[in-house]
């Protein structure tokens, strides 16, 4: 998963993005152009029917519907090939796949496919290449794959891959996975129990970089397919696998390009969902929950170019432009933004579900969870507890970091050029014009304390009194792309106009294939519940296709105490049987997919 802010950032005090209004209409143009897609994306909407929660399955959360704050769909399992997926089940227990699964992985792994944030054209950077050996594993291990599906290259290093189904009429699904991973950074390699790019396997766990993000996504995909071709099974719907590889840069050349020849192939809406890499599910307060991401923050990140006259430091002024800088930015710190819980926001249905169905949640926030449906007194109140968590936090509301500062070249200088970084991820209940407004709302009272003339965007933002400030400017400007948040897929079980048959045909699937995988006499549950990455993922390229995006890796991501996500730093690794499982869900999804009609 990207870290988006770290891409594109500058390297020099020059930086003048398109001016506020440019920007401000090309995105207005934009989401006018998303709604429309999202109403013709509706008009296949498939009505909501309660008594289509799968064919097969076992209730296990019985409740009066109305008091139910976090309904659950039954299990899902194939069904016409039910005996094929049964016995594809059983191959699934042996050592024997376990093996395979950990060499298909840790093949993967061996092969470095690094990001860097400054990487050049495709065709120009070396540092690409290293996707040609990628692809070139990929060939050798997955044989089937390559003698039945077609393989397209995009813009070089990207992978598409359709599985033609036989009924043209079904829309596909498409499954997405990025390549690369995040560089090792070279201070740490000794940090690492295992090398970073061996793919060891201890027995348990395989070791190294992209073990998890998102190698294991991009193999888990590839696998179940190959799984099912030695299966002989043939889809009735297309399956589709576009891999990005750039991912960890923004996608902008990888998904970017994908994503343009999806739409020509398959048209606006032309896929039924896409499922890419997300978080996987989580042990909270004693239960297992699973959290696919719907919804997925905005971001960007905007520059302060601070000027003020130099001279010699043995006449200074009060200020400095670093020491006003400072106070500007010490200033939007202690002015966070607001922390509030929005009751229609998939994230609130997530502490929903927490209520109703932990074992061990304290009742008194259990009670004040089920109270702040109604009651904004125990609204509150939930959010002095939960929102002490800074995931929580982040989950809820825009955030703001000083990520860059730079300013001085000498000690006896004065500084005249400083300039800072700030990274702002935006709230799904926000805008990015909201939160320009606010940052330019919460600095113009020190702008005019300090003197300083204002622009923002490229227009100027005039003083309110007709003094003319005399001693320096401030400007703000865009760095780096700009992320709206995306479009909310579907989600909410208890809108019966809403059109969630994607969401609850995953939702069966992942809670199938929870109990398939421990044994059906295990008798642990996996509770699923609407969700959100904190971090951004390829699908913001893949807005166009449809409106059912989710952002779920089905593995084991252990909890705070105990986490399993290492992605992005040193000693990642995923368990063996984690990985089983990851394969045993994409072929429990592709199949059930397949089956359905109701999308
Ligand atoms: C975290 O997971 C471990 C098992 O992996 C479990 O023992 C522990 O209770 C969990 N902690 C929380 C806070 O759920
Ligand atoms: C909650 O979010 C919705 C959708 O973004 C918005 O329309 C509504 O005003 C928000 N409610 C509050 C109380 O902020
Ligand atoms: C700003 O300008 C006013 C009027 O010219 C002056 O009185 C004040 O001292 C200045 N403040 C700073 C911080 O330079
Ligand atoms: C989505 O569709 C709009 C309108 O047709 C188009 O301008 C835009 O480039 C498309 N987005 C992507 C990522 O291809």
Known sequence: MQDVKNHDLPTSTRSHGPSFNARRSSKLLRLAGCTILLFFCGLYATQFSTSDFGPQGVSLFLHDADMDLCPQVDMLFPEVSGELW????????????????????????????????????????PRWRSRFKFHAYLEQAFPLVHANLKLTKVNTYGLLYEWKGSDASLKPILMAGHQDVVPVNPDTVQEWTHPPYSGYYDGTRIWGRGSNDDKSGLIGTISAVEVLLRNDFKPVRTVVMPFGFDEEAGGLRGAASLAKVLEELYGECGFAFIIDEGGGFTEQYGTVFATPGVAEKGSFSIKMDLATKGGHSSVPPDHTSIGILSALLTHLENNPFERRINRSTPTYRMFQCFAEH??????????????????????????????????????????????????????????????????????????????????????????????????????????????????????????????????????????????????????????????????????????????????????????????????????????????????????????????????????????????????
């Not at 093949?107 to 950077?125: K, L, N, Q, S």
């Not at 968590?389 to 509301?397: E, F, G, K, N, T």
């Open 86 to 125: 049964k016995s594809i089940g059983q191959d699934m227990r042996t050592e024997e796949f376990k093996k395979q699964a950990v060499d298909w992985l840790a093949g993967a792994v061996r092969v470095e496919t690094e990001t860097f944030d400054d990487m050049g054209p495709v065709d120009e950077d």
């Open 358 to 599: 932990s074992s061990v949640m304290p009742s008194s926030l259990r009670k004040a969870i089920r109270k702040s449906i109604n009651s904004d007194d125990a609204l509150r109140e939930v959010e002095s507890v939960l929102l002490k968590d800074p995931v929580y936090r982040a989950l809820v509301s825009t955030t703001q970091a000083v990520d860059m500062i730079h300013g001085g070249i000498k000690s006896n200088a004065l500084p005249e050029e400083t300039w800072a970084v700030v990274n702002h991820r935006v709230a799904i209940t926000s805008s990015v014009e909201a939160t320009i407004s606010r940052d330019i709302s919460l600095l113009q009272p020190l702008v005019e304390k300090f003197n300083l003339t204002f622009s923002a965007f490229g227009e100027p933002i005039p003083p309110p009194s007709d003094l003319y400030p005399s001693e320096g400017s401030l400007e703000i400007s865009y760095v780096g792309g700009i992320n709206t948040p995306a479009p909310i897929t579907p989600w909410d079980l208890k809108d019966a106009e809403a059109d969630t048959a994607p969401f609850r045909m995953l939702a069966g699937t992942i809670r199938g294939v929870f109990r398939e995988h421990r044994g059906f006499a295990d008798g642990r549950d996996v509770v699923v519940s609407p969700g959100m990455p904190t971090v951004g993922t390829d699908t913001r390229w893949y807005w166009n296709l449809t409106k059912h995006i989710f952002r779920y890796s089905h593995h084991n991501s252990g909890n705070s105490t105990n986490s399993f996500e290492r992605a992005h730093t040193v000693n990642e690794f995923l368990e063996a049987d984690n990985l089983v499982e990851t394969i045993r869900f994409f072929v429990t999804l592709i199949m059930n997919a397949d089956e359905s009609r109701e999308f």
